[in-house]
């Protein structure tokens, strides 16, 4: 027990060290490894498998517990760490098990989907990505970081950073959308959001970048289908916001689910070592998804469960999420010779440098206590944080005759929907601690700002699903009774996210029929959107005055959606994803590329559709204001740049209209020709300017070479010389366009 006691002692000690800075950079890393091989060497094989298997706590009355078998393996050592345990008093009992129970008393990583918020719920991923503001999403994962460690949690499964093309993949209501540059950028942002200046800190918490690789490309958006595409799609477009996310400090990934080109994810040494951590040399942990490793079996790609466990850790994947084979096959697998010792050894490292990275020796419960717990959720800021990125995620997308924003003095206004003054489904899916009683309505936003003098009526009018009208024509006579009608429609939060797939997306039940009712009465109608997808809302958005997007905002979206209606807020979002007209365009998206046959209206020869145009019902980018905004004087520093230079683009920005607005200023680039095809737009810049009414603003763009380079025919990167198109607007098709060439001298 001595040589133990003071082995810690001296661990501890280090620990202090880095948290208060006295070691830093190389010295830090070394010390750490020190510690760590110090450790390693005190653990039996069975000790060093029981770091890498993770286990799920259980649930009773809403308080997370360990069952016994739980506990007796948490005492032989056999788990490195926890997931879906909750609360500060549960967790320091777990944890304190872990520590004074268990032989080498290593602590738990304690891990949760901590995914937009941990009790304040903010915005889904999508919508905060709709703000297009990397400060305002870093914010939003910071508190969620300060209340998820209040409550004892390390680590977080999140950023998920898929790319996703695929409105019917649900889980698309957990990313950032359709492009991998505005992706990168979100990706980022979280990360430094979750894990702020240091992960010592206890306020942070570690991120977990996922799904790597490919998981949103799943064909026919069906969740946990195969993936298929080229390595230079797959290099191009789905993993550039996980080299951010690396970029930006996270300090674990998680495998997915997905096969590609017939390798499943959580089996590939491609993916895990050679990409990961050979190319990008990538120090944390690699943590399976949710059985993951067991499913290399169904995949077909080993026939038991040690051929599995062998797949897996060899191919790079570190932690097993839930399915034990670690703890069960793996000291068998290496008494035999198929997996090696040092394989073993270097995954503990992995994970045992992310532990005293995390503090977890100096102090195993981090400062949380249950007094730091409720001082920290829904405090006065972190509500304020919340309403403000919901009022910067809503979308204007169409607004006939200034319908928008409505007078607080409207004699009447009829609410109607069943998610008008619904407390469950603003939460969205994957909201953690977060509870229906901390949401504000639709309704109830309205009523808080209207003058007392306004008549406010509603009705539900009809469910999320099924095919009831019963109630419609008393919607019909509210909203006749009334000066402007909001009708909130959309999904319910288990519509989106893991396992629901859609293959109609299209508004559920008899929403629409709802919606005509409403229509046909002549009152000016406003449509509210809940939902985590883009939807074919082709009719509504041919007959409806006034949409908003709201997808689904959290505790405060009443608050924030009343903000918008009544003007406090001039909206400012921006489509992070593009809206098909018919589910028969999916995938759409705007970086495509062209055919030798481009769209011709009138040549029928052409690649295109016989009953719908090839754009979609709103473009990626698309979002519109109170106000209006023009582009004028598009700039370059020159027409012709040599290799390896700058390229600065100038715009000039007016707001035209009469209200002060922000837009989202965007830079698109187009290789015109080049070894292999390009898309005909591709995103490599975007700023937020606020202009007063009538005022102009110049904005400067810094194209950088790297921005210009591409995977060749070799598949390495390169910049080609020749022509290059600029394009600058509001949304990648309204944009006025320049070109340059670059020289090859």
């Known amino acids: 027990m001595t040589a133990r006691h003071d082995r810690f002692i001296a661990m501890k000690l280090i620990c202090l060290l880095l948290l208060w800075g006295v070691i830093s950079g190389r010295a830090q890393d070394a010390a750490i490894q020190r510690s760590v091989d110090s450790l390693l060497s005190m653990m039996t094989l069975e000790e060093k498998c029981g770091q890498l298997n993770q286990i799920p706590a259980n649930w009773k009355d809403g308080v997370s517990y360990l069952t016994d078998e739980g506990k007796e393996m948490v005492r032989r050592g056999q788990v490195g760490s926890l997931l879906n345990a909750a609360g500060a008093s549960s967790i320091r009992e777990i944890q304190r098990l872990t520590v004074e129970e268990s032989r080498l008393g290593i602590p738990l990583i304690i891990g949760v989907d901590i995914i937009h918020g941990s009790r304040t719920i903010f915005p889904v991923p999508l919508a905060e990505a709709s703000s297009w503001d990397p400060e305002l999403v870093q914010k939003s994962a910071r508190v969620a970081a ?363 039940g008899v929403q629409r029929e709802l919606l005509k009712q409403v229509l046909s009465t002549g009152t000016p109608t406003v449509l509210v959107l809940m939902n985590g997808r883009p939807l074919t809302i082709a009719w509504e958005a041919a007959h409806t005055p006034a949409i908003l997007e709201t997808w689904f905002l959290g505790v405060q979206t009443g608050n924030a959606i009343a903000d918008v209606l009544f003007g406090d807020v001039n909206p400012s979002g921006k489509l992070p994803v593009s809206f098909p007209r018919s589910v028969g365009q999916v995938p759409i998206y705007y970086n495509y590329k062209s055919t030798g046959r481009p769209f011709d209206e009138l040549n029928k020869y052409t690649s295109k559709y016989l009953d719908v145009t090839n754009t979609p019902l709103y473009p990626f980018g698309y979002g519109l204001s109170y106000t209006t905004f023009s582009y004028s004087e598009l700039k370059l520093s020159s027409q012709k740049i040599p290799p390896g230079s700058d390229v600065s683009v100038t715009i000039r920005v007016t707001n035209t209209g009469r209200r002060k607005g922000e837009e989202i200023v965007q830079l698109y680039v187009r290789d015109v020709v080049a070894s292999v095809t390009r898309p005909v737009k591709e995103l490599k810049g975007f700023q937020r300017v606020t202009l007063d009414p009538g005022q102009q603003k110049t904005v400067t763009f810094t194209l950088k070479p790297d921005q210009l380079a591409f995977y060749g025919l070799d598949m390495k990167r390169v910049v080609e010389p020749g022509m290059f198109k600029v394009y600058v607007g509001g949304n990648s098709v309204d944009v006025v366009e320049s070109e340059f060439e670059l020289t090859d001298h």
């Open 146 to 508: 300060v209340e998820a460690s209040a409550a004892g949690i390390h680590w977080t499964f999140a950023p998920m950073v898929d790319i996703a093309r695929d409105p019917r993949w649900g889980r698309i209501v957990e990313g950032s959308g359709e492009d991998p540059y505005l992706g990168s950028v979100m990706a980022a942002a979280r990360v430094r959001g979750f894990q702020g200046t240091s992960l010592a800190d206890p306020t942070s918490i570690l991120a977990c970048a996922k799904h790597f690789a490919a998981y949103g490309g799943a064909e026919a958006g069906r969740d946990y289908n195969i993936v298929d595409m080229s390595e230079r799609t797959l290099r191009e477009i789905y993993l550039p916001p996980f080299k951010a996310a690396l970029d930006a400090g996270a300090g674990s990934f998680m495998s997915s689910f997905n096969e590609i080109a017939g390798v499943p994810s959580t089996g590939s040494k491609f993916l895990m070592t050679d990409v990961l951590r050979g190319e990008w040399g990538f120090k944390g942990f690699v943590v399976s998804d949710w059985t993951a490793i067991g499913e290399l079996i169904p995949h077909g790609v080993a026939a038991n469960r040690a051929e599995a466990g062998a797949l897996a850790i060899n191919a790079g994947v570190d932690i097993d999420m839930v399915s034990k084979i670690y703890m069960d096959e793996l000291p068998a697998l290496v008494r035999s010779g198929k997996v090696s010792p040092g394989t073993v050894d270097e995954a503990v490292r992995r994970v045992l440098r992310a532990k005293f990275r995390l503090g977890l020796f100096t102090d195993p419960y981090r400062g949380a206590s249950t007094e730091r717990e409720r001082k920290s959720i829904l405090s006065v800021d972190h509500v304020k944080a919340a309403r403000e990125i919901g009022q910067r995620s809503i979308i204007l997308l169409k607004n006939e005759e200034s319908l928008l924003p409505i007078s607080k003095q409207t004699k009447t206004i009829a609410v109607i929907g069943p998610l008008a003054d619904n407390k469950d489904e603003p939460l969205g899916p994957w909201h953690a601690g977060g509870k229906a009683a901390d949401v504000v309505t639709v309704l109830e936003g309205i009523k808080s700002q209207v003058s007392p003098q306004t008549r406010v009526l509603y009705v539900k009018g009809c469910e999320i699903e099924g095919d009831s009208g019963a109630r419609f024509v008393e919607a019909t006579l509210l909203a006749k009774q009334a000066d402007v009608a909001i009708v909130a429609l959309g999904e319910s939060e288990r519509m989106s996210g893991e396992a629901a797939s859609r293959s109609n997306i299209d508004l559920p």
